[in-house]
């Protein structure tokens, strides 16, 4: 379970990149029903989205030519330039070194090494989000990988992660789910498919895909497709877990909503 109680591996922070901010924000408060706030001018036109008044994301405007539309998952760090070798040491790539961010904490961007992006963020004033799990905020996370087996040795190297398997529903291999070894299996935040498998919510390659709670998967889909974004998977059933989609938004940053079924009805 994806919790606020973060430890080092934990997801603890998400933002997105896009070319158009106010549209951004009308989008997603349509979807999600989130409210914007700016960071303040002293960080360039960043801010966070929110939910009920607790702070569920970040995002930022950047020219399409800059850096493409996407959300991007962070994982904590008690030390960033540790974390940043041990990426460079199993295979990864820095793509952008250990830097500060005020006295909010210490950032790096980086890539697997299959290219699939992630980012690192060692708390300072920030401790990281204010909310996860509910709906409106990050409940759940998955990497589409070539290879599945390589992409487990690599973040269970880098941020000393642990492992579940189940049975894909339908058949069709097993279904590898993540956590921080600290936590144990109910600290389970992502899964990790074969890209084989995932060919309808992650055509584009190796990415992480983000899902935020919804009450209502069908009604935010709707929304989505009114207000310009894209239906890349259809609202789908899965038993015992929920009702998911995946979209995009009117900029191509992709992302998912899940209905848990502990929500239906």
């Given at each position: 379970?994806?919790?606020?109680?973060?430890?080092?591996?934990?997801?603890?922070?998400?933002?997105?990149?896009?070319?158009?901010?106010?549209?951004?924000k009308t989008f997603y408060q349509g979807v999600l029903g989130w409210n914007?706030?700016?960071?303040?001018?002293?960080?360039?036109?960043?801010?966070?989205?929110?939910?009920?008044?607790?702070?569920?994301?970040?995002?930022?405007?950047?020219?399409?030519?800059?850096?493409?539309?996407?959300?991007?998952?962070?994982?904590?760090?008690?030390?960033?330039?540790?974390?940043?070798?041990?990426?460079?040491?199993?295979?990864?790539?820095?793509?952008?070194?250990?830097?500060?961010?005020?006295?909010?904490?210490?950032?790096t961007l980086c890539a697997d090494p299959s290219g699939a992006g992630f980012?690192?963020?060692?708390?300072?004033?920030?401790?990281?989000?204010?909310?996860?799990?509910?709906?409106?905020?990050?409940?759940?996370?998955?990497?589409?990988?070539?290879?599945?087996?390589?992409?487990?040795?690599?973040?269970?190297?880098?941020?000393?992660?642990?492992?579940?398997?189940?049975?894909?529903?339908?058949?069709?291999?097993?279904?590898?789910?993540?956590?921080?070894?600290?936590?144990?299996?109910?600290?389970?935040?992502?899964?990790?498919?074969?890209?084989?498998?995932?060919?309808?919510?992650?055509?584009?390659?190796?990415?992480?895909?983000?899902?935020?709670?919804?009450?209502?998967?069908?009604?935010?889909?709707?929304k989505a497709d009114q207000l310009g974004g894209t239906i890349v998977q259809?609202?789908?059933?899965?038993?015992?877990?929920?009702?998911?989609?995946?979209?995009?938004?009117?900029?191509?940053?992709?992302?998912?909503?899940?209905?848990?079924?502990?929500?239906?009805?």
């Open positions: 379970m994806l919790t606020t109680r973060f430890v080092p591996g934990s997801p603890n922070w998400t933002d997105l990149a896009t070319p158009d901010i106010e549209g951004a914007h706030v700016s960071a303040g001018p002293q960080f360039g036109g960043y801010g966070m989205f929110q939910s009920d008044g607790k702070t569920v994301a970040g995002a930022m405007q950047l020219p399409a030519d800059q850096a493409p539309p996407s959300w991007t998952l962070y994982f904590q760090t008690a030390d960033s330039e540790a974390t940043s070798a041990a990426v460079k040491d199993h295979g990864g790539r820095v793509v952008a070194e250990p830097m500060d961010v005020e006295d909010l904490g210490r950032m980012a690192t963020w060692q708390p300072g004033t920030n401790t990281g989000l204010e909310a996860t799990d509910d709906p409106g905020a990050l409940c759940w996370a998955e990497l589409t990988s070539p290879d599945t087996g390589a992409a487990v040795t690599f973040y269970g190297s880098v941020f000393d992660w642990g492992t579940t398997s189940m049975p894909m529903p339908g058949g069709g291999g097993d279904y590898v789910m993540v956590h921080p070894t600290e936590k144990g299996p109910d600290g389970m935040f992502a899964g990790i498919v074969p890209a084989s498998d995932a060919s309808a919510a992650a055509p584009t390659g190796p990415g992480w895909l983000l899902y935020f709670g919804t009450a209502d998967c069908d009604a935010a889909v709707a259809e609202p789908t059933d899965i038993e015992g877990v929920g009702r998911f989609a995946v979209l995009a938004d009117p900029y191509g940053a992709r992302f998912a909503l899940m209905q848990g079924a502990s929500q239906d009805g």
